[in-house]
């Protein structure tokens, strides 16, 4: 990485949301599994290299966010230092063992459901950026604005 790479990467964090489908309320008991072990992928979250913050109400989640008209749909929102931290984060961790069997849980999300951005350092990514991001995505494509680990750009001035 160049000095001037790095020296853009110290200014910004790597925002990301992802959003999915339930295919039953948090308290049934076809949610049990995941629900029982939120706190502890929450907390492999927070201990993870890279790992700078996370959209939480005070009962340590954002399970009870409602971020869309249907409450079945979830909404997770985090900061990170980089791509290559989420992505290990994601796949490399217990979230990984989670993703694999996502589908036990959540349907099939048929819009995009996954996007990051770059924002200043000190910016926290609201739902409603968060939700202009993903339809951005569904217009566009990965461009510099937001993108998927399919195509992932580096933080520019231009952010």
Same mark, same amino acid.
């Given at each position: *990485?160049?000095?001037?790479?790095?020296?853009? &990467?110290?200014?910004?964090?790597?925002? &990301?949301?992802?959003?999915?489908? *339930?295919? =039953?309320? +948090?308290?049934?008991?076809? *949610? =049990?599994?995941?629900?029982?072990?939120?706190?502890?992928?929450? #907390?492999?979250?927070?201990?993870?290299?890279?790992?700078? @913050?996370? +959209?939480?109400?005070?009962?340590?989640?954002?399970?009870? #966010?409602?971020?869309? /008209?249907?409450?079945?749909?979830?909404?997770?929102?985090? +900061? @990170? &230092?980089?791509?290559? &931290?989420?992505?290990?984060?994601?796949?490399?961790?217990?979230?990984?063992?989670?993703?694999?069997?996502?589908?036990? @849980?959540?349907?099939?999300?048929?819009?995009?459901?996954?996007? *990051?951005? @770059?924002?200043?350092?000190?910016?926290?990514?609201?739902?409603?950026?968060?939700?202009?991001?993903?339809?951005? +995505?569904?217009?566009?494509?990965?461009?510099?604005?937001?993108?998927?680990?399919?195509?992932?750009?580096?933080?520019?001035?231009? /952010?």
């Amino acid at each position: *990485m160049t000095d001037k790479a790095s020296s853009l &990467q110290n200014n910004y964090h790597l925002a &990301q949301i992802n959003i999915a489908k *339930m295919k =039953a309320p +948090l308290n049934d008991p076809i *949610m =049990a599994e995941f629900a029982n072990a939120l706190n502890e992928v929450n #907390l492999v979250a927070e201990k993870s290299p890279g790992f700078i @913050w996370r +959209l939480q109400t005070e009962s340590g989640n954002a399970t009870d #966010l409602q971020a869309y /008209s249907d409450p079945k749909i979830l909404v997770n929102i985090s +900061l @990170w &230092q980089s791509v290559e &931290q989420l992505k290990t984060y994601v796949y490399q961790s217990l979230h990984g063992n989670f993703f694999a069997r996502r589908r036990k @849980w959540f349907e099939k999300y048929r819009d995009e459901h996954f996007a *990051m951005w @770059w924002v200043q350092a000190g910016h926290l990514p609201t739902i409603e950026e968060g939700k202009a991001k993903l339809e951005y +995505l569904e217009l566009h494509g990965d461009t510099p604005e937001c993108f998927t680990f399919a195509e992932p750009y580096a933080p520019s001035l231009a /952010s």
